[in-house]
């Protein structure tokens, strides 16, 4: 069975910055594209970042315009994990984070229907 499990949210002040971890397990997603998504209160969920899975020996990442350069995303796949570096975060990124897996596919995508697995997400919050 697969499954997504977040770690390394918490409370954090504006400026600071915080490292996000997804540890996958059930099956070995090295080929697989992987990405953050985040849902504040009262707004719908918002893409972050993602990473592909290996292409030869190639792998492309992208953002969200609100996080390029404060934010990257890395795969690990001899741990079978993808973290989120988060960096200058700001009272807009509060939210639950969550990470998710496409099945069969090395693209990334930003909609969240292209993914399959989902973790339960780790709450970030930014104080001022």
């Known amino acids: 069975q697969v499954q997504l499990v977040e770690s390394g949210g918490g409370l954090v002040q504006a400026g600071g910055s915080l490292r996000l971890s997804c540890a996958a397990s059930?099956?070995?997603?090295?080929?697989?594209?992987m990405a953050w998504f985040r849902q504040a209160p009262g707004k719908e969920r918002e893409f972050v970042a993602a990473i592909s899975g290996i292409s030869g020996s190639r792998i492309t990442t992208y953002y969200v315009d609100s996080v390029k350069g404060r934010f990257t995303i890395t795969r690990d796949n001899g741990k079978n994990t993808v973290y989120l570096q988060m960096k200058s975060l700001n009272l807009e990124d509060t939210a639950v984070y969550s990470c998710?897996?496409?099945?069969?596919?090395?693209?990334?995508?930003?909609?969240?229907?292209?993914?399959?697995?989902w973790g339960q997400g780790t709450q970030v919050t930014v104080s001022s």
């Open positions: 059930g099956q070995t997603f090295s080929s697989n594209a």
């Open positions: 998710a897996a496409r099945r069969g596919r090395y693209s990334t995508s930003s909609s969240p229907l292209a993914y399959e697995y």
